[in-house]
């Protein structure tokens, strides 16, 4: 983990820990490393959510790249699996996604994607990290005719539209469909996909002011798609993150449908088309107890990694691996994209349901979750909690005592100095039993934070 980037790139408060000057060195030295690397202009795009910080980090970038001899080519507002899609196809040298994803307004975040539009690597964002502390020398400015451009590419975003669009095997007329856009990235162009494939849509979350991304609505508030599918007697609905790199879904009863769900029921369905690659579906080590033992009972094998979509998309790189995911809603379908992309999930889950001739609840039948109990300690050092003796010690004790009905997970946050423990048992009394164990050591031995 690096000192900036984390597992989903360089996130923090606007103009706090992440700052205008961060935005514009990471442009210089992106736009200098990619025009050093192929001894020619390099080519750089980017895209932002909705918050009003994006547009001064949009324009820091756009200064260092231009300042360093590379040309900055603008999405503008879209989605980060548009990022990652134009990078791929387009030619891009690399691409820049400015989202803090599901977190309010007032935070941001610096995503990067390599030139095969996968999340960036961590020897070039390390050496990112080392212009920002001044371990390497200054970037040199270019002059004259070697000053770098900025395009507007908002096309890029309309041929990535017109992919979604192509995604869609089944007509959606007569079904109809809630979505709601989080207020984000997804607001200009989640509606033009499902109206173009025939669906009957009711949105919300359209509205973006700059301020509102995520505030009582995406993927986070899942409550209010509840109530708008079940008021309005909508068939399906799908809530997105502010970047719109996840998807959750709600059935036509209203009852939540989350990643684990839908990994449950998509693996079937590929395993049934003979398209599930060695009978395998990749998740997190936080997905749900209930998806491993529903999906060992349907004869499918589950990989399993750390947290991050990005560590999903490697691991299902190097097994060849068709479908991944996490329970939050990053879901990645293999042949079509190379991370979460929340959209092309909720086409996806349209085309199980409308080839299946099912509902959603009749989709998910056979998956049940199992009771979860996830507690947070802010701690003084999350490395050194968490390899406790006694610490260690209980967790081996918990571990044996829930045998395979059951199971315990400490790990450390990528973002936080906080160490989380989860249990999942049978019931919801045994998991608050073993965390608040756990929690007692971590409390007696001083390693929480007063």
Not at 176 to 183: F, S, V
Not at 192 to 200: N, P, Q
Not at 239 to 254: I, T, W
Not at 365 to 390: H, I, S, T
Request: glycine share 12%.
């Amino acid at each position: 983990m690096g000192k900036y980037f984390g597992t989903d790139g360089f996130r923090g408060k606007a103009n706090e820990n992440l700052t205008a000057e961060h935005a514009f060195k990471i442009g210089r030295f992106l736009g200098w490393y990619y025009s050093n690397k192929k001894d020619e202009r390099a080519k750089i795009v980017i895209g932002k959510d909705t918050r009003r910080s994006g547009y001064m980090f949009e324009y820091a970038l756009v200064g260092g790249i231009v300042s360093s001899g590379a040309d900055a080519y603008l999405l503008h507002v879209t989605t980060t699996p548009s990022v990652a899609y134009c990078v791929r196809t387009e030619g891009f040298d690399c691409g820049i996604m400015i989202s803090a994803s599901h977190n309010p307004f007032y935070d941001n975040g610096i995503k990067l994607f390599n030139d095969q539009g996968e999340k960036m690597d961590d020897e070039t964002t390390l050496l990112v990290e080392d212009y920002l502390d001044g371990k390497l020398p200054e970037v040199p400015y270019a002059k004259r005719e070697k000053i770098g451009r900025t395009v507007d590419f908002s096309a890029g975003r309309n041929r990535y539209i017109g992919y979604l669009i192509s995604l869609g095997l089944f007509s959606f007329k007569g079904w109809k469909i809630g979505l709601d856009c989080a207020n984000g990235s997804a607001w200009n162009i989640a509606k033009g996909v499902f109206d173009a494939l025939g669906a009957t849509t009711y949105v919300f979350g359209a509205e973006p002011d700059g301020t509102n991304i995520n505030d009582g609505v995406g993927s986070t508030h899942i409550e209010a798609l509840q109530k708008f599918v079940v008021e309005n007697g909508l068939d399906v609905g799908f809530a997105y993150d502010g970047d719109a790199d996840r998807c959750l879904c709600v059935d036509e009863n209203g009852k939540v449908v989350d990643g684990d769900a839908i990994m449950y029921f998509y693996g079937k369905y590929m395993k049934e088309q003979g398209k599930l690659a060695d009978n395998t579906v990749v998740t997190t080590v936080m997905s749900n107890f209930g998806l491993y033992k529903a999906l060992e009972r349907e004869g499918i094998r589950c990989e399993k990694t750390a947290v991050g979509d990005r560590f999903v998309a490697e691991r299902m790189k190097e097994g060849g691996y068709m479908i991944g995911g996490e329970q939050s809603g990053h879901i990645i379908f293999a042949k079509y994209a190379g991370t979460g992309d929340g959209v092309l999930t909720s086409l996806k889950v349209m085309q199980a349901m409308i080839d299946k001739k099912a509902k959603l609840s009749k989709l998910t039948e056979g998956f049940e979750r199992y009771p979860q109990v996830l507690k947070n300690a802010r701690v003084k050092d999350k490395a050194q909690a968490r390899a406790d003796e006694e610490v260690q010690k209980k967790v081996k004790e918990i571990e044996t005592r829930l045998g395979d009905s059951g199971r315990i997970l400490v790990r450390e946050s990528g973002t936080e100095p906080v160490l989380r423990v989860m249990v999942e048992a049978q019931t919801e009394q045994t998991c608050q039993t073993c965390v608040d164990e756990v929690l007692e050591i971590l409390k007696r031995k001083g390693h929480i934070e007063n």
